[in-house]
């Protein structure tokens, strides 16, 4: 709830840690040939991850090297907490240069025109308020269709253009803001304010506007942060990645295998249902460049930055776990969605810390089943075998193949290292039985008997050599 020029949007379980990054993020927007700033995304940093982020929860490739690359192009993706925006772009307005005739923003362009140096009185500025809004793009008649019935929201916004303007001390800053022009005192709120506020912010306002579709947030998809970004960079407004000294705000992430593949799951399907909307990059507008096309629809595309290599591995791991579980359900899902029509159940990511209070990380030892985890059990119980029988096809072959036998055995190993954090997180915490066990035993027992098979074939085909394997 807010009338101010510039909105912060955080997660329910994200807080200020840095409170001068309010000061950074205006200072961008602020700043000359800041008025194209869309909104400024700051990284998102998590406590209460294990030491050795076995999940990859930290996601240091995607904000240490994606984000920062893309901060060179028209900015980076909104990734749906950590970000300052302008109001004004978030209500669907175009950049100032997309009007460049008059040298203004689309929605108070008549502002622009009239205040140009000096200072502005509290009267002046309550004239502009309504002054001139007739024109074709800022037709007073559209604004209830638009922004509802509240003319205290309606005439806030103008105000929220004027405020959020860069200072004009400066010959090369055009439409800026006279030095003073914020020093006039505000009104006090009264009653009728109040009670306008409480109606706006009720359930019942945005009926039969444009609130979810073209203004505010999108609504329609899962991950309705990378819609509303890529709204914005549609039309024109840019965006800037601010990483601060000491970081901006917290949050909470969820340290359970089951719990983060979900998460996976969700933006795998949000990405999905992106993809076979009007939302995808290809259908892009004239103002998005070409290399944001490609970033919107493959953000791991770009340059290398300053992480660890334990780091990266991380990465890499949790990037097959997710690729071949909820990757592929996010697939199925998305395309049910889509074609079908078939709306799509979430379960919410369970942030807990376990109900040990003397283990941090106690949330991170259980196991809670899931489909999710069939696909990458198959895959290990596949390579394992792979292994065993190429061992055996080799040593008991008439004319053993080493070199087929090697690259077999080490695409096998490497499939495993790869899928280590996830059976890891099978088994639990140490000294525990938990039911997955009695599952593992099942699996070893098939292993074994498919071993007695390989050493003892029943025909007399075991000259061939070398390995299979399952990617």
């Not at 690259?407 to 890891?424: E, I, M, N, R, T």
């Amino acid at each position: 709830m807010s009338n101010g020029p510039f909105i912060l949007n955080l997660d329910c379980d994200h807080y200020v840690y840095n409170s001068q990054a309010f000061r950074e993020g205006m200072c961008f927007m602020m700043d000359r040939g800041g008025d194209r700033i869309g909104y400024v995304q700051f990284p998102q940093w998590f406590e209460g991850i294990d030491p050795s982020d076995r999940y990859a929860n930290h996601n240091t490739v995607f904000f240490d090297v994606n984000m920062r690359a893309l901060d060179g192009l028209m900015g980076p993706v909104y990734v749906g907490t950590g970000c300052l925006f302008r109001r004004i772009a978030l209500y669907g307005f175009d950049p100032p240069w997309s009007n460049e005739h008059s040298g203004c923003c689309s929605c108070c362009f008549p502002l622009r025109r009239k205040i140009k140096t000096s200072t502005v009185t509290s009267e002046e500025r309550q004239a502009l308020r309504m002054a001139d809004f007739d024109d074709e793009e800022m037709n007073m008649s559209t604004f209830p269709k638009k922004f509802g019935n509240s003319n205290f929201l309606i005439n806030s916004i103008p105000i929220a253009e004027f405020q959020g303007r860069p200072l004009a001390d400066h010959p090369g800053v055009k439409n800026g803001r006279p030095p003073g022009a914020l020093t006039v005192p505000c009104d006090l709120l009264d009653a009728s304010t109040v009670a306008e506020a409480i109606s706006v912010i009720s359930c019942w306002y945005e009926d039969k506007t444009e609130w979810g579709h073209r203004v505010g947030w999108i609504y329609g998809s899962v991950t309705e942060d990378v819609v509303t970004g890529y709204r914005m960079h549609n039309r024109g407004w840019k965006s800037v990645y601010c990483v601060t000294k000491r970081d901006a705000f917290l949050g909470t992430a969820p340290i359970n295998l089951t719990d983060r593949l979900h998460q996976v799951l969700w933006w795998a399907t949000g990405s999905v249902e992106i993809f076979f909307s009007r939302n995808n990059a290809l259908l892009a507008s004239q103002k998005m460049k070409f290399l944001q096309r490609i970033a919107y629809l493959n953000v791991g595309i770009f340059i290398w930055s300053g992480i660890s290599l334990e780091e990266w591995w991380r990465n890499e791991q949790f990037w097959l776990i997710g690729g071949t579980s909820a990757h592929l359900a996010a697939v199925l899902q998305g395309l049910l969605k889509v074609i079908a029509g078939i709306e799509i159940s979430f379960t919410l990511t369970s942030k807990s810390g376990g109900d040990e209070a003397d283990d941090e990380f106690a949330d991170l030892y259980i196991v809670k089943w899931t489909s999710l985890m069939i696909p990458p059990i198959v895959i290990m119980m596949v390579n394992l075998i792979a292994i065993v029988v190429g061992f055996s096809r080799t040593i008991y072959s008439e004319i053993p193949q080493r070199s087929k036998l090697l690259g077999g055995v080490f695409f096998s190993f490497w499939v495993l290292a790869h899928l280590y954090p996830f059976a890891k997180g099978l088994m639990g915490r140490r000294g525990r039985t938990p039911t997955i066990v009695f599952v593992w035993s099942g699996l070893l027992t098939i292993t074994i008997s498919l071993l007695w098979v390989a050493i003892n074939p029943p025909s007399q085909n075991s000259h061939i050599g070398g390995s299979f394997t399952f990617p």
